[in-house]
């Protein structure tokens, strides 16, 4: 090691072993790293729940000191504070908002994220969940655990069962995530309608439409199914509140792939135990791992599923180095980067 050496620290050691850099992943980095680089690895196990761990290692505290640039799941204020020399923070994960807590806005560091990283495998389980209530699987499911056959739910005049085609999907955020759903409920004939913060930017592939974050309770009465994807942030907080969860007709199915502080679980379990709505598909929750006390594990029309929704094992190291390797050429020749978090906007 020189002292003119530019440091990139790896703090990538998930205890998760899905999301945790392997050694062939750190081969690559070490073979198509510019020229003067240093890597230096924290082998301390971290967090990859969420946006990352709370607090960091004191390997980790020990080899940021050096950094320009540093990768890992997220970013802890400790961390900041411990590198005088940070240029550039890479997240392995999409959410930002515990990262922009750390003193990190006010500051010229830049912030990449890994959006879009897990579009597909979340484009895909939306689409799951979505057939799920559809088609009537929980209602199958809950026949065959008692040993019971019977169509009655399935062939009556009022049963909800339908198909995808034709069916009018409001998608919360058009990103990564949105684009990806949207893309795949299309293929199937759904009539997708996209919430985004800046219409004016037009509609994306997938979507027959897009309105902004103001004509939200206008589309809720005429969606069969609701999709969050977008960012938590201060306009996406406790977005869907009981009063815009009553708007949605009695057959809407709702989905959240995003943050459980988006929407309110109290309101969402009164609503499905009274079957005021079809189903619900629940990967996040306001607290994690939901409570053994929630009725939503009680509830055969909530589909709980641990926040495992972006799980591709084979799939996302190969995507996640993509886009570091990318963006840490571009860095180098100062270019602009992939995935650039607006601090203000808070994604």
Not at 107 to 125: K, R, W, Y
Not at 231 to 238: H, I, M, Q, R
Request: proline share 5%; hydrophobic share 45%; net charge negative.
């Amino acid at each position: 090691m020189t002292e003119d050496q530019r440091h990139l620290v790896i703090d990538l050691a998930a205890t998760s072993k899905n999301w945790a850099l392997k050694g062939g992943g750190l081969a690559r980095l070490e073979a198509e790293a510019p020229p003067g680089w240093a890597i230096d690895v924290v082998d301390a196990p971290t967090s990859s729940d969420g946006d990352g761990p709370s607090t960091a290692t004191a390997e980790a505290l020990r080899l940021i000191a050096n950094a320009e640039i540093y990768f890992g799941f997220g970013l802890t204020d400790d961390l900041f504070r411990a590198a005088p020399k940070l240029k550039w923070v890479h997240s392995a994960a999409a959410g930002v908002g515990n990262v922009l807590k750390t003193g990190i806005a006010n500051s010229d560091v830049m912030l990449t994220n890994s959006a879009g990283i897990h579009g597909p495998p979340i484009g895909e389980f939306i689409v799951a969940g979505v057939l799920y209530f559809m088609r009537g699987l929980d209602v199958a499911v809950a026949q065959q655990q008692r040993g019971e056959w019977n169509k009655s739910f399935f062939v009556a005049d009022d049963s909800p069962v339908r198909e995808v085609d034709g069916a009018r999907i409001l998608i919360v955020g058009v990103g990564g995530l949105g684009g990806e759903a949207a893309r795949r409920l299309s293929a199937l004939g759904a009539i997708c309608t996209g919430i985004r913060r800046r219409p004016q930017l037009g509609v994306p592939e997938g979507f027959a439409a897009v309105a902004g974050m103001d004509q939200l309770e206008a589309e809720l009465p005429r969606a069969d199914v609701i999709v969050l994807a977008a960012p938590l942030t201060a306009d996406t907080n406790e977005l869907m509140t009981r009063a815009r969860l009553e708007m949605l007709p009695k057959h809407a199915i709702v989905v959240n792939v995003a943050r459980g502080a988006m929407l309110d679980e109290n309101a969402l379990s009164d609503l499905l135990e009274a079957n005021r709505l079809r189903g619900a598909v629940l990967d996040v929750f306001r607290q994690e791992p939901l409570a053994t006390s929630s009725r939503l594990w009680q509830l055969r029309s909530a589909l709980v599923v641990p926040h495992v929704s972006p799980v591709s094992p084979g799939r996302f190291w190969p995507r996640q180095l993509e886009l570091f390797l990318d963006n840490w050429r571009r860095y180098v020749a100062g270019e602009p980067l992939r995935n650039l978090v607006d601090k203000k906007a808070g994604y």
